[in-house]
T-cell receptor, first 116, second 117 residues
């Protein structure tokens, strides 16, 4: 069964450093998302991406964040200068465009980012 | 601001019992309400959704009920099994039938379901 994959599973970085979180969405999906989950809290939307551009972003997704789909398979989230409060689990998700699957986003296993 | 939230943070049940997980929402303009399950160490997994113009929808062992009058959503799991132990999130989205929505999900706080054998 196809699945969303994410690397690395755990990233430890120093405050102020840049990090790139990587995702490989399901191959025939057209919509891509990043969410984050601070420990013990709810999952929060960061950004959606469709047709090679950002379609929607949250207040969390400020100028320090960027996303890219550099080729036909990878989808990356970059944090330019990490802050302590960026420590969280980051989930990538994707979905198809088929009408019956609007709400079924497929999530990856997440990358745990720890900023020291 | 608008939010989706849960009444109970934890729920413990015996194997074979039925489970009911509740959620309150405040955005009455949402088109769909969705339940996701998150097992330890994994990302959320879609369970079932319900459109805002429906009151009830059934899946395999799960039923979602929507009460728009009191802005309440519930997930019923029949014959709960140890494999159902997880965190359950309700979520809402503004996906519309026209297919132009980008499908941002707004999640609630989550309920931890523990099933005892």
């Amino acid at each position: 069964e196809p699945e969303v994959t994410q690397t690395p599973s755990h990233q430890v970085t120093q405050m102020g450093q840049e990090v790139i979180l990587r995702c490989v969405p399901i191959s025939n999906h057209l919509y891509f998302y990043w969410y984050r989950q601070i420990l013990g809290q709810k999952v929060e939307f960061l950004v959606s991406f469709y047709n090679n551009e950002i379609s929607e972003k949250s207040e969390i997704f400020d100028d320090q964040f960027s996303v890219e789909r550099p080729d036909g398979s990878n989808f990356t989230l970059k944090i330019r200068s990490t802050k302590l409060e960026d420590s969280a689990m980051y989930f990538c998700a994707s979905r198809t465009r088929r009408r019956s699957s609007y709400n079924e986003q497929f999530f990856g296993p997440g990358t745990r980012l720890t900023v020291l | 601001g608008e939010s989706v939230g849960l009444h109970l943070p934890t729920l413990s049940v015996q194997e074979g019992d039925n489970s009911i997980i509740n959620c309150a929402y405040s955005n009455s303009a949402s088109d769909y309400f969705i339940w996701y399950k998150q097992e330890s160490g994994k990302g959320p997994q879609f369970i079932i959704d319900i459109r805002s113009n429906m009151d009830k929808r059934q899946g395999q062992r799960v039923t979602v009920l929507l009460n728009k009058t009191v802005k309440h959503l519930s997930l019923q799991i029949a014959a709960t099994q140890p494999g159902d132990s997880a965190v359950y999130f309700c979520a809402e989205t503004d996906a519309n039938a026209g297919g132009t929505s980008y499908g941002k999900l707004t999640f609630g706080q989550g309920t931890i379901l523990t099933v005892h054998p």
